[in-house]
């Protein structure tokens, strides 16, 4: 049986590693704050003390952390991934960073005598609790098949991008496109019930026209019921968008748009939205508009 260790016990982390223990893999597990912890112990899954001893412990390695510092720390720190890692491990890195920070996880991983895969997921809580998640795998193809089967128990589907560094531009790529439209959605309400129009007929005219998407059919009923509990929250985006105008500016590809909706969702950030689902870049546009769309037209 494959033994799979996990990092990082996050709104993310911890239902996919509930995944990899329902699809009957030998999970271990460890969370910085040992809090997030507890309910897999009490459920009779191995906890380690440290990355290294988890890894150790591992024939595949999962990391889910916050960003790309978190994903150095892990992996350099005292006890950390690196200190465990044999010739067989393979590291499959899921976290959101950017892509040098990837190609800089890679080399330190592949130099310490580990495999990597890069691997991060598209999707939000809802998903990663139904195993429905959208992998993004980049590395040499044949390590990617080597875990297809631990990506598999997280993710439906799996799409393979090509090698190491892709999983990340894959990743840019759809979070960039998300926080485009989800800003010119929130804009487009707004501007909507600056000029009478009732929320649920501009719902109507979305979900029945070209534009009929998952996006705007979950977040406009959300916006309209003042529901901006985290699913993807406002500060997550944000980073997002900054990691993909980083890269493009290294790639010399302008990205306007994708620039503009950053500083909406900044715009949300500095209000103190940062921390609300990522439906919230609205708020600001209400606010300096002297709107609301959820109090009916105007």
């Known amino acids: 049986m494959t033994k799979v260790g996990f990092i990082g016990l996050g709104a993310m982390g911890a239902p996919m590693a509930w995944n990899l223990d329902d699809a009957g893999f030998d999970v271990v597990v460890y969370n910085r704050t040992t809090d997030r912890e507890q309910p897999f112990a009490e459920a009779g899954i191995s906890v380690a003390d440290s990355p290294k001893h988890l890894t150790h412990r591992a024939d595949v390695v999962c990391l889910m952390v916050s960003d790309g510092d978190a994903v150095g720390e892990v992996l350099e720190r005292d006890l950390g991934v690196l200190d465990g890692l044999r010739d067989d491990t393979t590291v499959v890195q899921m976290s959101t960073i950017g892509y040098e920070e990837t190609m800089v996880a890679a080399e330190l991983v592949t130099e310490a005598g580990g495999r990597f895969v890069d691997a991060p997921v598209s999707g939000t809580v809802g998903p990663a609790r139904e195993g429905t998640l959208v992998g993004l795998a980049g590395g040499d193809e044949g390590e990617v098949e080597s875990v297809r089967p631990v990506l598999e128990a997280m993710c439906d589907p799996v799409v ?18 998300l926080g485009d439209a989800m800003a010119a959605f929130a804009e487009a309400l707004v501007f909507g019930h600056a000029n009478g129009l009732d929320t649920e007929a501009m719902q109507r005219v979305v979900e029945n026209g070209a534009l009929d998407c998952p996006l705007f059919a979950g977040k406009g009923p959300l916006i309209a019921d003042g529901d901006f509990d985290p699913r993807f929250p406002v500060d997550y985006q ?50 300096t508009a002297g709107v609301s769309v959820r109090d009916g037209a105007e």
Do not use: H, W
Request: aromatic letters at 8%; one cysteine or more.
């Open 160 to 177: 393979y991008c090509g090698g190491v560094g892709q999983g990340t531009n894959m990743k840019l790529f759809i979070n960039l496109l």
């Open 238 to 287: 944000f980073k997002d968008l900054s990691l993909a105008l980083d890269r493009a500016g290294e790639m010399g590809v302008p990205l306007s748009a994708t620039a503009a909706a950053r500083e909406a969702f900044s715009a949300a950030r500095g209000r103190g939205y940062g921390s609300e689902d990522m439906a919230a870049v609205i708020k600001p546009l209400e606010e």
